[in-house]
């Protein structure tokens, strides 16, 4: 079973805090992918990767910045959070182009005040 | 990318056999179909893709008509555990830096009853 953990899993700051967001995956996958969810929106593509030194915008990547030190961890940042960034974040990886099939980690719920 | 539409909610009783629809009328030749589910709490989950005709494995069932403009997930013998949103997603996996981006709508959202 693929395996995308995600830290922290509960996370409350203030609105300009930094926050930093962790992902982990063990599946020797090369892509890697944040998502936020919010009601009436459904998941929204923040940014991905397709390897280490890699990124790649999304469609909604404004305020997010992402790093993707290793095959293994992708970071996504929120140097200066805003309550719009209140959030359900999910991290997800896949194998090579055309499977399409990703294995999503439990999330991150951001609380922005 | 083709959109898709699907019904906002279903109900069911436990033990029923659910299909849920999802239309896609401006599918390309080059889309494939592609199946999540998401249960509260949880990240989604693939539950299966298909590109025309019929394909099942050991969760579900898919069925896609002749013309590939309508999708029919089938759950047979739903348990509370199903209950869940089920998300229909096309995408075009020939199209260059796609990168396996996939976009979710809405979903529809299944309750299981006892």
């Known amino acids: 079973e693929a395996a995308v953990t995600q830290s922290p899993r509960n996370k409350v700051t203030v609105t300009g805090g930094n926050v930093t967001l962790s992902c982990r995956q063990t599946n020797s996958h090369n892509y890697m992918y944040w998502y936020r969810q919010d009601t009436g929106h459904g998941l929204r593509l923040i940014h991905y990767?397709?390897?280490?030194?890699?990124?790649q915008i999304g469609d909604v990547p404004d305020g997010y910045k992402a790093t993707r030190t290793t095959q293994e961890d992708f970071f996504l940042l929120l140097e200066l959070a805003s309550p719009s960034q209140t959030s359900l974040y999910f991290c997800a990886s896949s194998a090579p182009l055309g499977t399409y099939e990703q294995y999503f980690g439990p999330g991150t719920r951001l609380t922005v005040l | 990318l083709a959109k898709t539409t699907q019904p906002p909610s279903m109900e069911a009783y436990e033990g029923q056999e659910v299909n849920v629809s999802c239309s896609h009328t401006n599918i390309a030749t080059s889309e494939y179909i592609y199946w999540y589910r998401q249960v509260p709490h949880q990240g989604p989950q693939f539950i299966i893709q298909g590109y025309k005709d019929y394909v099942v494995n050991e969760v579900a069932s898919l069925f896609i008509s002749a013309d590939r403009k309508l999708s029919t997930l089938s759950l047979p013998w739903v348990s509370l555990r199903d209950a869940a949103v089920y998300y229909c997603?096309?995408?075009?996996?020939?199209?260059?830096?796609?990168?396996?981006?996939?976009?979710f709508g809405a979903g529809t959202r299944l309750a299981v009853c006892p």
């Open positions: 997603i096309v995408t075009d996996i020939l199209l260059s830096g796609s990168f396996n981006k996939l976009t």
């Open positions: 990767s397709y390897g280490a030194g890699n990124l």
